[in-house]
Nanobody
């Protein structure tokens, strides 16, 4: 059974950092490029970052370049999203997703999704 489970977050002060994790199970992790998306209440789900199967290539939303960093550990079947210099608008629901073979910035290109992690980590 395919499963993606997001975790992480917590309270942080303005300008702080937090890391989200997404643990994958149910198929061969290295066959999938991974992505992170976020969604505010009442808004469209938007692209955050994507990473290739080996981790050698990444893409980011223009507005988040330099603040967020995506990485993966294929030995642990986990993808991470390091979020730095946090702002109140970063408090959204964060979702990880899998795309067979290649990176993608469009949410419709992804095959599997996690349940999402609501981040309220700003104080």
């Amino acid at each position: 059974q395919v499963q993606l489970v997001e975790s992480g977050g917590g309270l942080v002060q303005a300008g702080g950092s937090l890391r989200l994790s997404c643990a994958a199970s149910g198929r061969t992790f290295i066959n999938y490029a991974m992505g992170w998306f976020r969604q505010a209440p009442g808004k469209e789900r938007e692209f955050v970052a994507t990473i290739s199967r080996t981790g050698g290539s990444t893409d980011y939303a223009d507005s988040l370049k330099g603040r967020f960093n995506i990485s993966r550990d294929n030995a642990k079947n986990t993808v991470y999203l390091q979020r730095n210099s946090l702002k109140p608008k970063d408090n959204d629901g964060y979702y990880c997703a899998e795309n067979l073979w290649r990176k993608a910035t469009c949410r419709y290109d992804y095959d599997y999704w996690g349940q999402g992690k609501q981040v309220t980590g700003y104080s």
